[in-house]
């Protein structure tokens, strides 16, 4: 009997705290707070009242949403017994906002229901103009408003929005006169929030940052900025060098960029700048394109780096020290219909990966006059359908033969390794180490001339099938022992391989 009066003690103990904790009562037969409403509006500000005439108060606790229902208060605040007004800041421009004040008094059971009102905040004058693209620099913006309602303007206030001190500038009468202003001294990579007065009344805010000086791309270092690639193309001579800052640029929603009649480098500063883009369209004479220290990565569904389909006279494409991947299909691209091309190609010190299998091949030739090809000192891996085609159409004028130097192949490719089928090309593989065939798919090579295999390495899946249809002279079937395959990091630990220099000399 002793322990049940104990556990009924325990159980009571529980009811009795549970109430205490539990949600506030309200009593709806009592009146909440009466004529409740806005009192005044200003700039960005709303002053709310009421009145409440009984005793035993003990706070009012006031609530501001967009939602009806107050699932998402964006305002909850508490205030004493004796106030009968609040003030909400920072308010938007002609925003229906809900608010809600409930009452709390001594006994939880006296707590009357809460008055609950709408209100449309005071649409805000902002006179300043959205920026133009050319408005926002590195150390400087330019400012531009409309004229106001009403009286004129005086001054601006410029604060950084992270902290620092405001700065106050005096608008000069030609300010005045062309509604604009330029701000100096400020500073690269920063937000600031700017304020534009009728003497003491604020007419206009906006905020902006300014460019990265990291994020800067420039004609041959000029001072005018561009803010995508394909606007620097447009407007740059032929011969002139495009320099990208060190940062990431996501062109990807603004298509394949052409690149018609001029020559053109497009260079990385000061470390490798990513661009996001679906690639490059090469249009007419453009007689030499190069790209050198950039990393181009393409997330949407197009096919090629770097396309000569509709060059009518002579190119020669040069990729140094870059990062190629995402690209649907390869990283080089002459169709069927590139009969007038002449085109040459060459990479040096790049990681070309993850390409994809439809709508072409990874290196793909297939009509046009081919001048010129090397590839050294370059990692490829996990590369879709055919990684080298060469068709019947194409006609190699090159004094010297096509080669692959010290290049290391891994994971590649879903189809044939090679695919030649034109009579007038002879390509060597020399010093490459080639592991890991996705599948065991027969190289296709017809037409006469040769392809040869130097000094080379082969190991893994159907390593066999890398040199079908080869001359092979001295070729190995070492294991390469990387560091890492499935974490990309082909760093070789055979020390036989290393000592003959076999393979990229980034891993070696």
């Known amino acids: 009997m002793k322990n049940i009066k104990v556990l009924w003690l325990v159980l009571l103990a529980l009811v009795v705290n549970a109430c205490t904790e539990s949600e506030i009562e309200m009593n709806y037969a009592l009146p909440g707070p009466q004529n409740a409403g806005v009192a005044k509006f200003e700039r960005k500000a709303a002053t709310i009242s009421w009145e409440y005439d009984r005793s035993d108060v003990q706070y009012f606790i006031i609530e501001l949403s967009e939602k009806e229902d107050f699932s998402n208060s964006l305002v909850k605040d508490t205030i004493s017994n004796d106030v009968r007004e609040y003030t909400f800041t920072g308010l938007g421009s002609q925003v229906l906002y809900y608010v809600r004040v409930s009452t709390r008094t001594n006994d939880r059971m006296t707590n009357p229901q809460p008055v609950v009102f709408s209100f449309r905040s005071a649409e805000i004058e902002n006179i300043f103009k959205p920026f133009g693209e050319d408005d926002i620099e590195i150390e400087s913006a ?46 690269s990579a920063t937000s600031y929030f700017v304020e534009i007065f009728d003497n003491d009344e604020v007419r206009g805010e906006i905020t902006f940052t300014t460019v990265d000086r990291n994020a800067s791309i420039t004609i041959e270092g000029d001072s005018k900025l561009y803010r995508t690639i394909h606007a620097a193309i447009a407007a740059a001579s032929s011969g002139a060098v495009i320099n990208v800052g ?21 260079r990385g500063l000061d470390g490798v700048p990513t661009l996001r883009m679906q690639g490059f369209n090469l249009i007419g004479n453009v007689e030499n394109f190069e790209l050198s220290g950039l990393k181009i990565v393409s997330t949407t ?11 009518t006279g002579s190119v020669n494409v040069v990729v140094e020290d870059c990062d190629l991947s995402g690209f649907n ?34 290196i793909d030739f297939r009509a046009g006059t081919l001048t010129g090809f090397l ?28 080669k692959f130097a010290n290049c290391t192949f891994d994971d590649l490719p879903s189809r044939r390794f090679i695919y030649v089928r034109s009579g007038s090309v002879n390509l060597i593989f020399d ?3 080639l592991t890991n065939m996705k599948n ?13 295999f130097d000094n080379c390495n082969v190991f893994g899946s159907f390593s066999s099938r890398f040199a079908q249809y080869c001359t092979q002279n001295n070729l190995t079937t070492l294991d390469p022992q990387y560091a890492d395959a499935g974490k990309r990091d082909y760093t070789v630990g055979n020390a036989d391989l290393k000592t003959a220099g076999i393979g990229d000399p980034r891993w070696l």
């Open 142 to 187: 330019k400012l531009k408003w409309n004229a106001p309602a009403e009286g004129s303007v005086t001054h601006i206030v410029i604060t950084p929005i992270a902290g620092g001190d405001s700065r106050r500038i005096d608008l000069t009468a030609t300010n005045i006169a062309n509604k604009e202003v330029v701000i100096d001294d400020l500073v």
């Open 246 to 266: 060190a940062t990431t640029y996501d062109f990807n929603d603004l298509g394949r960029v052409a690149v018609e009649n001029k020559s053109l480098t497009i």
């Open 301 to 311: 569904s197009t096919n090629h780096a770097v396309e000569v389909s509709q060059v």
């Open 329 to 362: 299909s390869g990283v080089f691209y002459a169709s069927s219909s590139a009969t007038a091309a002449s085109y040459g190609f060459s990479v040096d010190n790049c990681i070309i990966h993850d390409i994809g299998a439809e709508g072409g091949d990874v």
């Open 375 to 402: 590839i050294k000192n370059t990692t490829f891996y996990n590369l879709g359908r055919d990684f080298l085609r060469i068709d019947g159409g194409v006609t190699y004028s090159g004094g010297e033969a096509m």
């Open 431 to 433: 010093k490459c180490l």
């Open 440 to 452: 065991d798919t027969a190289n296709g090579f017809s037409g006469g001339g040769s392809i040869t």
